[in-house]
């Protein structure tokens, strides 16, 4: 799989910058919003995986709202087409830029930019690359925020801080309400012929 350059990186998802980065930070500091004084009783892996989900949310909401951005599901894990050329997957960042992945073949694979099985990604011309968030106890409610690629042996080709970017007058993302309506119900989509695969993101 090719490993496409930061550049076009730059050229193909500059337009959502500040907004990749309003996403990340609203999902953040909602997390200690909402919990307060108690998120320093949660686990470091509870704390990693409501923040995610709340990043994945509100990314869903805006790829389906973007022309050229898709969410895409399979099984347990969630990705983000990009314009065709590159997949999106949401991830805490250790402080050298490396994702906190899984152990999961799925997880291996977009690491080190194989194929990802599965009719989404029939397309071997993609480049993987992680939209994540480097936690700090000093400041955890701006985290620096990054876009980072993998080369094929699992090492960093490049990065792309999205930190201290905000969002343009009038673009600005509208957070999630915290509990849904309880007489709404979740839209389920579901895609024929295709099995889940069992698993952690």
């Known amino acids: 799989m090719p490993v496409r350059c930061?550049?076009?990186?730059?050229k193909v998802l500059g337009p959502h910058f500040d907004d990749f980065a309003s996403i990340v930070l609203e999902s953040v500091r909602f997390y200690y919003e909402f919990y307060g004084q108690r998120a320093h009783t949660h686990e470091s892996w509870t704390r990693c995986s409501i923040i995610r989900d709340e990043i994945k949310e509100r990314m869903t909401v805006y790829c389906e709202a973007t022309k050229?951005?898709?969410p895409l599901r399979d099984g347990n894990a969630t990705y983000f087409g990009a314009h065709s050329k590159f997949t999106l997957r949401i991830k805490k960042l250790f402080d050298d830029l490396h994702a906190n992945t899984g152990k999961t073949q799925i997880s291996f694979d977009f690491d080190h930019q194989t194929p990802v099985p599965g009719e989404l990604f029939s397309d071997d011309d993609l480049?993987?690359?992680?939209?994540?968030?480097?936690a700090?106890?000093?400041d955890p409610l701006n985290p620096p925020i990054y876009l980072v690629c993998n080369n094929e042996a699992g090492g960093i080709a490049w990065e792309i801080s999205l930190t201290g970017r905000t969002p343009p007058p009038g673009t600005g993302?509208?957070?999630l309400p915290s509990v849904p309506p309880a007489d709404e119900p979740r839209r389920i989509r579901v895609r024929p012929n295709v099995e889940k695969k069992a698993g952690n993101e």
């Open 6 to 10: 930061r550049e076009e990186a730059e």
């Open 68 to 70: 050229g951005l898709q």
């Open 127 to 134: 480049t993987h690359i992680y939209l994540g968030y480097v």
């Open 136 to 138: 700090t106890e000093n």
């Open 173 to 175: 993302i509208t957070p």
